[in-house]
């Protein structure tokens, strides 16, 4: 079974443009969060969806948002970005019930110059 | 509010044993996640506990006490491919599930 996918790997970005990075859930998950990992803040919570909906949400400014589809592929898009926006977005699958452990994808290093 | 406590770093001998220890503070506590993290790559799991006592996975255990929120992650006869962070995660259920990542350890072990 393949695992978790995300696209694209690397990303460079200047101050004030937007990004989308895609995500696609190991088959038969549903669920999919969001995380930004930093140095300096470890591994920081962003959203999770579920069928299409948001059920959780981290402590994020609103230029953070995300989207799943039907086939449970999400994305994420960080609008303005700023330069605190460099970091590694991971995103993670599981399925919505029972442990409901998260498998993570390898991550998109964004850079914002 | 929710708090993740573990060591920063930790230095061990190849083939030795380590504790890497976790102190939680949180509302509706739903299980504990230890992650292994190498650089440059994604978090794999590693084990969960929801109830008090010890899972043990080969040469990996991980202890949890909910009265105390503490928890404790053993590797034994340490190689040096265990050098990496480890992160310990709550999850949380207040009303949706969420879960929280410790700012992890990182393990170093040497020959």
């Known amino acids: 079974k393949a695992g978790v996918t995300q696209t694209p790997r690397y990303l460079i970005k200047t101050r004030g443009q937007q990004v989308t990075l895609s995500c696609s859930p190991i088959s038969g998950h549903r669920s999919v969060s969001w995380y930004q990992q930093t140095p300096g803040q470890g591994l920081q919570f962003l959203f999770e969806y579920f069928s299409e909906t948001q059920r959780n949400k981290g402590n994020f400014p609103g230029r953070f948002s995300g989207r799943q589809f039907s086939n449970s592929r999400s994305e994420m898009n960080v609008s303005t970005l700023e330069l605190g926006d460099s970091a590694l977005y991971l995103c993670?699958?599981?399925?919505?019930?029972?442990?409901?452990?998260?498998?993570f994808g390898p991550g998109t290093r964004l850079l914002v110059l | 509010g929710q708090n993740i406590d573990q060591p920063t770093e930790m230095t061990a001998t190849e083939g030795a044993i380590v504790q890497i220890n976790c102190t939680y503070q949180t509302s509706g506590f739903n299980g504990l996640f230890w992650y292994q993290q190498h650089a440059g790559e994604a978090p794999t799991f590693l084990s969960y506990n929801v109830l008090d006592g010890l899972e043990e996975k080969g040469r990996f255990s991980s202890f949890l006490s909910r009265s105390k929120g503490y928890s404790y992650l053993l590797l034994k006869e340490l190689q040096m491919k265990d050098s990496a962070s480890y992160l310990c995660a709550v999850r949380q259920n207040t009303g949706g599930f969420k879960t929280i990542f410790g700012a992890g350890t990182r393990l170093f072990v040497k020959a």
């Open positions: 993670a699958s599981s399925l919505p019930q029972g442990e409901e452990t998260q498998y």
